[in-house]
Nanobody, 120 residues
Framework: QVQLVESGGGLVQPGGSLKLSCVAS???????MGWYRQAPGKKRELVAE???????NYADSVKDRFTISRDNAKNTVDLQMNSLKPEDTAAYYC???????????????WGQGTQVTVSS
């Protein structure tokens, strides 16, 4: 089991910045790491991900504003969020996933989430 703990959420004004951090209880080098978010009444959606090989992918809505990074030595993954908008308001969740060679998901772990509220 991999336990994930998020931090860094809070209240920020539109145009402001926040940095979310996720700390894993054990090594994450073999895992794809991602940040997801879920707003009230909406489905959980992928915000950003970084594969075990270092490739990144972002939702169109956050491209050029958010940056995901990982530090395998520290077992952490961060999400730097800039130019925040009210529509970014959601609970943000850290995810760790491991896949087989045929893209079969072998493991899937989630944190408890951290709330981000963008409001003036």
């Amino acid at each position: 089991q991999v336990q994930l703990v998020e931090s860094g959420g809070g209240l920020v004004q539109p145009g402001g910045s926040l940095k979310l951090s996720c700390v894993a209880s054990r090594g994450i080098s073999a895992y794809a790491m991602g940040w997801y978010r879920q707003a009230p009444g909406k489905k959980r959606e992928l915000v950003a991900e970084v594969t075990s090989g270092g490739s990144t992918n972002y939702a169109d809505s956050v491209k050029d504003r958010f940056t995901i990074s990982r530090d395998n030595a520290k077992n952490t993954v961060d999400l730097q969020m800039n130019s925040l908008k009210p529509e970014d308001t959601a609970a943000y969740y850290c995810n760790a996933a491991r896949y087989g060679l045929t893209s079969i998901k072998l493991y899937d772990y989630w944190g408890q989430g951290t709330q981000v509220t963008v409001s003036s």
